[in-house]
């Protein structure tokens, strides 16, 4: 079976950094997702990790940690754009599933 | 940029009607799929398809849903009898090279309500 965790809400200020915490069980890994859904719109593509590490794209960064199960993402220089619902995502070892975690969603106050 | 592009944006049935959800891939993409999301809950699979067949399904995908590829550019959700429960937005997603690529490409939704 799939289970993929995250916290369901979360809230930081603007121009703070917040960390989203994902946690997975999954019978196959090829690879870890996140994107960004507004409400009422189509999730969009922030960062991808296959292998263990950090990645960087300009105020997100993604680690992982497939031995433990465990991803984050990290957005800095929060701004007030920022509030959406972040979902993390496991692909599966075929490469034609991906399982979402339900959401977590950003509040960014001033 | 290229974009998956899906009609109808919203759509209002009435119970047990049959609708059709169409979706145009990115065009040199060759992985397609179907995802819902029912109002407040995570993003579900319901089915991939390559190469004009199917190549995985979930358990939501029963004989109530089914897919197709009538043409070169369209890709088609059917679903039939509909009931209350179906209320949703449905994503088409469309992937290049399946599990060798980066990421899947969502498009707007279809937001489907049975009434």
Sequence with gaps: GQNIDQPTEMTATEGAIVQINCT???????????????AGEAPTFLSYNVLD????????????????????????????????????????????????????????IP | E?????????????????????????????????????????VEFLVSFYNNEISEKSEIFDDQFSVERPDGSNFTLKIRSTKLEDSAMYFCASNPQGAAGNTIYFGEGSWLTVV
């Design chain 2, 2 to 42: 290229p974009e998956v592009t899906q009609t109808p944006s919203h759509q209002v049935t009435q119970m047990g009607q049959e609708v059709i959800l169409r979706c145009v891939p990115i065009s040199n993409h060759l992985y397609f799929y179907w995802y819902r999301q029912i109002l407040g809950q995570k």
């Design chain 1, 53 to 108: 590490g950090l990645e960087e794209k300009g105020r997100f960064s993604s680690f992982l940690s497939r031995s433990k199960g465990y991803s984050y993402l990290l957005l800095k220089e929060l701004q007030m754009k920022d509030s959406a619902s972040y979902l993390c995502a496991v692909r599966d070892r075929t490469g034609n599933q991906f399982y979402f975690g339900t959401g977590t969603s950003l509040t960014v």
């Design chain 1, 24 to 38: 997975y069980q999954t019978s196959g890994f090829n690879g870890l997702f996140w994107y960004q859904q507004h």
